[in-house]
Antibody, heavy 124, light 111 residues
Framework: QVHLVQSGAEVKKPGSSVKVSCKAS????????ISWVRQARGQGLEWMGR????????NYAQKFQGRLTITADRSTGIVYMELSSLTFEDTAMYYC?????????????????WGQGTLVTVSS | DIVMTQSPLFLPVTPGEAASISCRSS???????????LDWYLQKPGQPPQLLIY???NRASGVPDRFSGSGSGTDFTLKISRVEADDVGVYYC?????????FGQGTKLES
């Protein structure tokens, strides 16, 4: 049973960076793909990017290209999401989630389970 | 990006009644594999989203059979046969045919 636990809430100033962690337990971490999804208060869900842990390959949504970095530490089973050049619009709950796929349905990943979320507040 | 449109955005229900949520995509989600690359999630108040349905009609582990997903191409439906009080929250559809995966705006189920 895979379980994802994220780091605690952060308050950051505009222009700075934030790094959020997501620790996976249960199963074989090296086989995981982990996505990051964010949700501004009262808003919908926005996929940011993913990392294929076994290969160290990342995919990023175009919107976040250049200021989003997702990394994985296979020795500790922790995935990190670092977002730089923060603005007030980056204030949101950030979730990690495990990508699930099956060979008979290539390309598609669904998300299960999700971490509990990390609130990032950008404030001056 | 593929645009996902849900309706209604608010759905008041009475426990025991049936409920239905519609989701439309701007492009067909039917993959050459034969699967529709459409999933449903429920976000209960104060919680992260949880997977309900994947590949259009497959219930996730532990999801009651009161929930069912149907549809193909660009039109999909999530049905709850008998709403229970614990079903309240926001329901999202998501397409996984193209990167980035994109979500509908959400449908808030209220009892």
């Amino acid at each position: 049973q895979v379980h994802l636990v994220q780091s605690g809430a952060e308050v950051k100033k505009p222009g700075s960076s934030v790094k959020v962690s997501c620790k996976a337990s249960g199963g074989s971490f090296s086989r995981y793909t982990i996505s990051w999804v964010r949700q501004a208060r009262g808003q919908g869900l926005e996929w940011m990017g993913r990392i294929i842990a076994i290969a160290g390959i990342e995919n990023y949504a175009q919107k976040f290209q250049g200021r989003l970095t997702i990394t994985a530490d296979r020795s500790t089973g922790i995935v990190y999401m670092e977002l730089s050049s923060l603005t007030f619009e980056d204030t949101a709950m950030y979730y990690c989630a495990r990508d699930v796929s099956i060979p008979s349905a290539p390309v598609h990943h669904w998300f299960d389970p999700w971490g509990q979320g990390t609130l990032v507040t950008v404030s001056s | 990006d593929i645009v996902m449109t849900q309706s209604p955005l608010f759905l008041p229900v009475t426990p025991g009644e049936a409920a239905s949520i519609s989701c439309r995509s701007s492009q067909s989600l039917l993959h050459s594999s034969g699967y529709n690359y459409l999933d449903w999630y429920l976000q209960k108040p104060g919680q992260p989203p949880q997977l309900l349905i994947y590949l259009g009609s497959n219930r996730a582990s532990g999801v009651p059979d009161r929930f069912s997903g149907s549809g193909s191409g660009t039109d999909f439906t999530l049905k709850i046969s008998r709403v229970e009080a614990d079903d309240v929250g926001v329901y999202y559809c998501m397409q996984g045919l193209q990167t980035p995966p994109t979500f509908g705006q959400g449908t808030k189920l209220e009892s």
